[in-house]
């Protein structure tokens, strides 16, 4: 239940990313279990969440930017045993780490009470954002992955990278061997070196090229800010399972010829021209032939591997439904702890 603010001046409460961190939110675990909730709920359709709107300004010669360059708006309300509303306000800049020394994405959670839609919380929203990301890949290892897996390739070393590989490695103990791929290859060789000192049971490696890493995986996770796709279906072992993340790696034949094709929702994923939307266009893809959203699989309603030898894609969007119930999950335990700073609304 919300914290309740009758006869009180309305105030939020202000999470920094330390706060956030604070409660609960670097834990791979409490992310997982969060997203498998909410997944459920939007197979059962408890759940509004509009389309998103990416806010992109072009250049002074009026070319596009990176694909990477916008600000997205991502409002959305989750029933069930959550009962909130909020919206997450994320920018992206390819270029905020080269020439700016920050983060690519920055961005703010607001959690709004659905009984009066009054803001309860404001939230830092990156930290959120990269391990909901995380938890993800994570419940689509676990429903449509081998379970006998034991080496994951990450391709593009940078944060959300980095969240990925933390997640699957404290999550899965199974994993043997992890392939990291990155067009600056000495930040591939870092991150290899940080894991190999922290995991005595796994093995890192920085590969060659993408198409090394790729076809060394079970599992696949490409975590890149490419607009042009490059992992061709060929590429793939079977019984890999890919997660997506960065959504424009994959050549149109990876989809066309997988076995399966999983989505978190049809309706985001089949827009902006992404891969999906393009196939869409040209009439060599369809919601027919998508096998299952996520949820569907997690609630049961539909099957997830069925075979040891299937190829299987998942292209998960990002839902804000998923950025929401985990920072309004968050903040309850921040209410519990007494962490964070609360600010009157009027004052």
Same mark, same amino acid.
């Given at each position: 239940?919300l =914290?309740?603010?009758?006869?009180q001046?309305?105030s939020?409460l202000? !999470?920094?990313?330390r ?7 670097e834990?791979?675990e409490?992310f997982?279990?969060v997203?498998?909730?909410? !997944? ?7 759940f509004?969440?509009?389309l998103?709107?990416?806010l992109r ?8 930017g990176h =694909?990477?360059?916008r600000?997205i ?14 919206l997450k306000? =994320? ?9 700016h020394?920050l983060e690519?994405?920055s961005g703010?959670i ?5 009984q ?5 919380? =404001? ?9 909901r990301t995380?938890?993800?890949?994570s ?6 992955a081998?379970?006998?897996f ?7 070393c ?12 404290? !999550?899965?103990p ?6 990291l ?5 000495e ?13 005595s049971?796994i093995?890192c ?6 198409e ?15 607009d042009k796709p490059y992992?061709?279906?060929s590429?793939?072992?079977?019984g890999s399972f890919?997660?997506?993340?960065s ?7 990876v ?6 094709v999983?989505?978190d929702?049809?309706?985001q994923?089949n ?5 999906i ?5 040209e009439g060599?893809?369809?919601k027919?032939?998508?096998h299952a ?13 069925? !075979? ?11 839902m804000?439904?998923?950025d929401?119930?985990c ?6 335990q ?5 962490i ?8």
């Amino acid at each position: 239940m919300l =914290i309740s603010q009758e006869k009180q001046t309305p105030s939020v409460l202000y !999470l920094s990313r330390r706060h956030v961190a604070e409660a609960g939110g670097e834990s791979p675990e409490f992310f997982t279990e969060v997203i498998e909730e909410v !997944l459920e709920l939007h197979a059962l359709g408890k759940f509004v969440q509009p389309l998103k709107p990416y806010l992109r300004v072009r250049g002074e010669d009026g070319e596009q930017g990176h =694909i990477a360059d916008r600000i997205i708006a991502m409002p959305s309300y989750v029933g069930g045993n959550l009962q909130i509303s909020g919206l997450k306000w =994320i920018g992206s800049k390819h270029d905020n780490p080269s020439v700016h020394g920050l983060e690519r994405a920055s961005g703010m959670i607001v959690l709004n009470d659905p009984q009066t839609n009054y803001p309860i919380a =404001i939230m830092e929203a990156a930290l959120i954002s990269s391990m909901r990301t995380a938890a993800v890949t994570s419940v689509g290892i676990k429903y449509l992955a081998r379970k006998d897996f034991s080496d994951v390739t990450i391709i593009g070393c940078g944060i959300i990278g980095q969240r990925q590989l933390e997640s699957v490695a404290q !999550l899965f103990p199974q994993v043997q061997r992890i392939h990291l791929y990155d067009v600056h290859s000495e930040t591939a060789s870092r991150l290899a070196e940080r894991v190999n000192a922290q995991y005595s049971h796994i093995s890192c490696r920085s590969c060659e090229s993408a198409e090394i890493a790729v076809g060394s995986g079970d599992i696949v996770i490409p975590c890149t800010v490419t607009d042009k796709p490059y992992i061709h279906y060929s590429w793939l072992k079977k019984g890999s399972f890919v997660s997506n993340v960065s959504i424009m790696d994959l050549h149109k034949d990876v989809f066309t010829h997988a076995d399966k094709v999983v989505v978190d929702d049809w309706e985001q994923s089949n827009r902006e021209k992404k891969i999906i939307n393009q196939l869409v266009l040209e009439g060599a893809f369809s919601k027919e032939k998508l096998h299952a959203e996520l949820g569907e699989i997690v609630a049961g309603i539909r099957p997830g591997r069925e !075979l040891e030898d299937e190829i299987i894609v998942l292209n998960p969007m990002g839902m804000a439904i998923e950025d929401i119930s985990c920072a309004y999950r968050i903040y309850e335990q921040a209410v519990a702890k007494g962490i964070g700073v609360s600010l009157s609304l009027y004052d």
